[in-house]
């Protein structure tokens, strides 16, 4: 009896040295693990030799180096608020024989500046990806696709729209021709159809009906008013149908 109480005995003191040098590691290795982890993390991000995060607006850029002795330093540059990068610039487009100074973002269209910012809204947006021709306009004598062009492109450009070539009490021919064959129906496509069929007849002023055909191949017309307006610019070419 008293030799298992002796074994009992050393067995609990054995228990306790091993759960107090187990806390004792623990602790020890908390402290120097969550050291190593910070210094391996900044030296790992420092190993790229440089980091620099942007500066967003009114704070400082940060720059982050490793030294040769694995110390990691921390410089700030750039203070102050950052100067905002350009989106754009100032343009001059000749829009129906008028110089217009404005301002345009790189990425808007012609056809945006001409309506959102010009309040032409003759151009119509319909596919906005160059296949319907409701945004036709002419451009340095051509039937171009507006959604198609950008407005920093335009600069120095001569551009034409349907406001620029008659309005309701003084008509252009292709105007008064669309009227009188009822070629218009829901009007979408009206406006770049009447471009597209005077940039052909500035060009060629007495095309044959294929020519005609073939000319405005490019506008597609929804309500499928095409034989009406094939004879409103045959009309105007003086071409007999």
Same mark, same amino acid.
């Given at each position: 009896?008293?030799?298992?109480?002796?074994?009992?005995?050393?067995?609990?003191?054995?228990?306790?040295?091993?759960?107090?040098?187990?806390?004792?590691?623990?602790?020890?290795?908390?402290?120097?693990?969550?050291?190593?982890?910070?210094?391996?993390? $900044?030296? $790992?991000?420092?190993?790229?030799?440089?980091?620099?995060?942007?500066?967003?607006?009114?704070?400082?850029?940060?720059?982050?180096?490793?030294?040769?002795?694995?110390?990691?330093?921390?410089?700030?540059?750039?203070?102050?608020?950052?100067?905002?990068?350009?989106?754009?610039?100032?343009?001059?487009?000749?829009?129906?024989?008028?110089?217009?100074?404005?301002?345009?973002?790189?990425? @808007?269209?012609?056809?945006?500046?001409?309506?959102?910012?010009?309040?032409?809204? /003759?151009?119509?947006?319909?596919?906005?990806?160059?296949?319907?021709?409701?945004?036709?306009?002419?451009?340095?004598?051509?039937?171009?696709?507006?959604?198609?062009?950008?407005?920093?492109?335009?600069?120095?450009?001569?551009?034409?729209?349907?406001?620029?070539?008659?309005?309701?009490?003084?008509?252009?021919?292709?105007?008064? $021709? @669309?009227?009188?064959?009822?070629?218009?129906?829901?009007?979408?496509? $009206?406006?770049?159809?009447?471009?597209? /069929?005077?940039?052909?007849?500035?060009?060629?002023?007495?095309?044959?009906?294929?020519?005609?055909?073939?000319?405005?191949?490019?506008?597609?017309?929804?309500?499928?008013?095409?034989?009406?307006?094939?004879?409103?610019?045959?009309?105007?070419?003086?071409?007999?149908?």
């Amino acid at each position: 009896m008293e030799e298992i109480n002796h074994i009992k005995k050393e067995k609990h003191n054995l228990t306790e040295n091993v759960t107090d040098k187990k806390a004792k590691m623990n602790r020890r290795d908390f402290l120097m693990g969550a050291g190593a982890g910070a210094v391996v993390a $900044a030296v $790992a991000v420092a190993g790229v030799a440089e980091l620099t995060l942007p500066n967003t607006g009114g704070v400082s850029t940060k720059t982050v180096t490793s030294t040769v002795n694995n110390t990691v330093t921390t410089t700030v540059t750039g203070t102050g608020t950052p100067s905002a990068p350009t989106l754009g610039k100032v343009v001059t487009l000749n829009i129906n024989g008028t110089a217009q100074p404005i301002y345009v973002q790189n990425n @808007w269209t012609l056809l945006r500046v001409l309506r959102d910012k010009l309040q032409l809204y /003759a151009a119509k947006e319909g596919c906005d990806r160059g296949e319907c021709g409701a945004c036709s306009v002419i451009m340095d004598g051509m039937a171009v696709y507006s959604c198609q062009i950008l407005a920093v492109e335009a600069e120095g450009r001569s551009i034409t729209t349907l406001e620029g070539i008659g309005n309701s009490s003084n008509l252009h021919p292709l105007q008064a $021709a @669309w009227i009188k064959h009822q070629a218009t129906e829901c009007g979408g496509c $009206a406006p770049g159809m009447i471009m597209t /069929a005077k940039a052909l007849l500035d060009s060629n002023p007495h095309p044959t009906l294929q020519q005609i055909r073939e000319g405005l191949s490019g506008n597609h017309c929804v309500c499928g008013q095409y034989i009406s307006i094939q004879d409103a610019v045959a009309d105007v070419a003086g071409v007999s149908v």
